[in-house]
């Protein structure tokens, strides 16, 4: 079955960075949108980033916009999450996810990875 691997998680403090890797197996990688999704502790699951297939289209959240980097290698079968100027507000379970467009539903998702921001 599909499997979708985040790691790259970790403490960091306030205003330092990251950088989440998903390595994805068993699917047509380079046919399939990724996205990041994050979940902090009594809320809801949102959106954070995703890239189209090619590459050549990503969208953001308005919260991450100019923080955060999603890019990806095909060749590698990965999707990266750069995150930079990170605040304690971005702590939360990171999961990266497979769909068919950059817009859709994610029909796949990974275990997550824990991100903690500390003041």
């Known amino acids: 079955q599909v499997q979708l691997v985040e790691s790259g998680g970790g403490l960091v403090q306030a205003g330092g960075s990251l950088r989440l890797s998903c390595k994805a197996s068993r699917f047509t990688f380079s046919s399939a949108a990724m996205g990041w999704f994050r979940q902090a502790p009594g809320k809801e699951r949102e959106f954070v980033a995703a890239?189209?297939?090619?590459?050549?289209?990503?969208n953001y959240a308005d919260s991450v916009k100019g923080r955060f980097t999603i890019s990806r290698d095909n060749a590698k079968n990965t999707v990266y999450l750069l995150m930079n100027s990170l605040k304690p507000e971005d702590t939360a379970v990171y999961y990266c996810?497979?769909?068919?467009?950059?817009?859709?539903?994610?029909?796949?998702w990974g275990q997550g990875t824990q991100v903690t921001v500390s003041s």
């Open positions: 890239i189209s297939s090619s590459g050549g289209s990503t």
């Open positions: 996810a497979a769909s068919s467009t950059i817009t859709t539903t994610p029909s796949y």
